[in-house]
């Protein structure tokens, strides 16, 4: 099966997230990663979801041809500042969302695609170090 449209709750709170992390000092990977793949998230939250949208979009046009883009988008996709994920799981799972559905070859080899996956990698590995650290494994 081919991308569909994420729903615009997905890219509002990948945006709010993103804007969230960089201001938590907790998660150090991932808001170091943030700020070298999107430093200006907090400065302009609405464009950066059009760009996820736009990005979605540009997947299903890949794969179905489909007409009219730029009226499908106008028409769809809504901007509304939001509250980020409350977990970090929840963050994770919104990005995957997006990049699944974004799975289209010109898509993949795009840098705003790349960069989406480097906080990806990023929120993995705070994920699996939150985990370690309530097991009580050693985390040096």
């Known amino acids: 099966m081919g991308p569909v449209i994420c729903g615009n709750q997905t890219f509002n709170t990948i945006v709010a997230s993103l804007s969230y992390n ?5 998660h150090y990977v ?3 990663m943030i700020l070298k793949n999107f430093p200006d998230a907090e400065a302009n939250p609405k464009k950066l979801a059009w760009k996820l949208y736009a990005m979605n979009l540009t997947a299903m046009v890949g794969s179905y041809g489909v007409a009219g883009t730029m009226e499908l988008m106008k028409e769809k996709f809504i901007y509304q500042s939001t509250d980020p994920h409350s977990s970090l799981v929840g963050f994770y799972q919104s990005m995957r969302c997006w990049r699944h559905q974004c799975s289209e070859e010109r898509v993949c080899a795009t840098e705003l695609y790349k960069k989406l996956g480097n906080v990806l990698n990023a929120t993995a590995h705070e994920i699996a170090m939150e985990e370690a650290e309530k097991a009580g494994a050693p985390l040096e």
């Open 22 to 26: 960089l201001k938590n000092n907790k």
């Open 30 to 32: 991932l808001r170091h």
